[in-house]
């Protein structure tokens, strides 16, 4: 029911967010002719619309609040949709062989730079996967996570220009040196969590960042490196087309080899010391779980994928710079695992996909798309905080064997 108070903060939202956008949607300079163009349309336009949205917004925050109240027993051991599904061969094995077909002909079907914006999007799955095992499994918030990713493509840029090294030798060696650096970032916060251990890796991240930047008798400094080399094959050369095609499917092999691990890491010994030190990490360590190298090992494993997305990233871009390598990144690669959902394999896999392919495809939006990317994100952040694919708390149970004597 609609009351006279929600009549009022509706309006007086539509008033703030006409205050809000009045520079930038009614303000227009008209630089050819020196005028100033008054567009009153369009402040009509944000204040019956904000008006409107505010009303769906509290429709939907009291349906959530209502939905959120005494949940009865049955309800409670509801298994989530997204868990139903995959639980069903009848409908997981099909949507698997539909998936497998389309990514096949994909490259033969749409364009190159179509093609380009999917292996931009399979390269976030990778990382998010590597940082889903960091934030999602160990609960260690890291900020810094672009300084792995940067590790990998300076490892290939570097040997390939001082030592000629090629694509294929390059990839385990710049996942082996990402794996260090995670090791040497890992010692020094063994003993922080939270807020302490965002900043130190925040810095962490930057420091690479700025080394990058100001060495340049190593890293060729803000210049960057360029004729990085794309993958070969047996000594063919590819047209710029034909790479493209090759490095999808490079990135398809290295996609579907990261869920294979990750999963198997998940179910692991090592994964349930991660979730276990996730949840408590004193409880953890009483029960005998050695902190340290369970810390270091989620470190080390996270930032090898970041490492293998790095070298790959080189050689889709054949140029590389410091500019690359932002706080954004890292940002941008934590927003797909808090977005497709903490812990859960294919909640990040969907989340890269959302937030990579949403912004392009949004371009008919011109400089509104990131608008409603951005509100995109605060509704769901608002009203599904476990993600896309909310992860299930894992139950093991012990059952006797065989009968007694």
């Not at 939907?60 to 639980?87: H, N």
């Not at 990261?258 to 349930?272: D, E, K, W």
């Not at 902190?291 to 054949?318: C, D, E, I, N, R």
Request: proline fraction near 3%.
């Amino acid at each position: 029911m609609i009351t006279s108070d929600e009549i009022k903060k509706s309006f007086l939202v539509s008033i703030w967010f006409m205050f809000l956008t009045f520079p930038l949607m009614v303000i227009r300079v008209n630089t050819i002719h020196n005028v100033v163009e008054w567009r009153w349309a369009n402040m009509l336009i944000v204040g019956v619309g904000s008006f409107v949205l505010s009303f769906i917004w509290r429709a939907m925050i009291r349906r959530k609040e209502m939905g959120s109240k005494a949940p009865t027993g049955e309800e409670i051991k509801k298994i989530p949709l997204g868990q139903r599904i995959f639980q069903e061969r009848k409908v997981y094995v099909p949507a698997l062989i539909g998936i497998g077909v389309f990514t096949l002909v994909f490259p033969f079907v749409f364009s190159v730079y179509q093609v380009n914006i999917m292996v931009t999007a399979l390269t976030y799955v990778m990382l998010g996967l590597g940082l889903n095992i960091v934030v999602g499994l160990a609960g260690l918030l890291d900020l810094g996570y672009v300084a792995f990713y940067a590790v990998g493509a300076y490892s290939y840029a570097l040997l390939h220009f001082h030592f000629g090294v090629g694509f294929w030798m390059a990839l385990p060696i710049g996942a082996g040196l990402a794996a260090l650096f995670g090791i040497i970032l890992g010692y020094p916060v063994l003993r922080l969590r939270g807020d302490y251990l965002a900043i130190v890796t925040l810095g962490f991240g930057e420091i690479i960042r700025l080394i990058l930047e100001n060495w340049n008798e190593f890293s060729f400094g803000p210049s960057g490196i360029a004729n990085i080399p794309r993958p070969g094959f047996f000594g063919i050369k590819f047209s710029l087309s034909a790479a493209t095609i090759y490095i999808y499917f490079i990135m398809i092999g290295l996609t579907l080899f990261t869920i294979f691990v990750v999963n198997r890491l998940q179910n692991s010994r090592i994964g349930r010391a991660w979730i276990a030190l996730r949840e408590d990490e004193i409880a953890c360590q009483a029960m005998g779980i050695d902190k340290t190298k369970t810390k270091l090992t989620a470190f080390a494993l996270g930032a090898t994928w970041a490492g293998m997305a790095g070298v790959v990233f080189a050689a889709k871009t054949t140029f590389i710079n410091p500019a690359s390598f932002t706080i954004w990144e890292s940002i941008m690669i934590l927003c797909v695992v808090v977005l497709g959902g903490m812990g859960s394999v294919v909640g990040v896999i969907l989340g890269a996909l959302v937030l990579i392919l949403l912004p392009e495809y949004l371009r008919a939006f011109s400089e509104y798309r990131m608008l409603v990317f951005g509100a995109a994100l605060v509704l769901m952040m608002v009203f599904r905080p476990g993600g896309i694919i909310s992860n299930v708390r894992r139950t093991y149970k012990f059952e006797k064997s065989g009968k007694n004597g």
